[in-house]
Nanobody
Framework: QVQLVESGGGLVQAGGSLRLSCVASGSIFSINIMGWYRQAPGKQRELVAF???????NYADSVEGRFTISRDNAKNTVYLQMNSLKPEDTAVYYC?????????WGQGTQVTVSS
């Protein structure tokens, strides 16, 4: 089992920045993928960004150039630096951990961007 605890969400004005963190604990394997998804009211959960244990990254088109995902393998932590936030970025952001066929989710953290 893997437990994920997110932090860093909140309320910010458009154009502002937030940094999300997610700490993984439990049965952590060195080869894994960690990422961030988000779900806005009335919409499906969507991928925001992911990063492999080797450092390869991938971003949704909607956040490319504004968000940066990074990780500290020694701390089993993944970060999402969000800059130039827009009202449409408002959502619950979920941390995700994948290893093999196993997928784990955090509880989510609310990000609200006011116009």
């Amino acid at each position: 089992q893997v437990q994920l605890v997110e932090s860093g969400g909140g309320l910010v004005q458009a154009g502002g920045s937030l940094r999300l963190s997610c700490v993984a604990s439990g049965s952590i394997f060195s080869i894994n993928i960690m990422g961030w998804y988000r779900q806005a009211p009335g919409k499906q959960r969507e991928l925001v960004a992911f990063i492999t244990s080797g450092g390869r990254t991938n971003y949704a088109d909607s956040v490319e150039g504004r968000f940066t995902i990074s990780r500290d393998n020694a701390k089993n932590t993944v970060y999402l630096q969000m800059n130039s936030l827009k009202p449409e970025d408002t959502a619950v952001y979920y941390c995700n951990y994948k290893w093999g066929l196993h997928t784990y989710w955090g509880q989510g953290t609310q990000v609200t961007v006011s116009s």
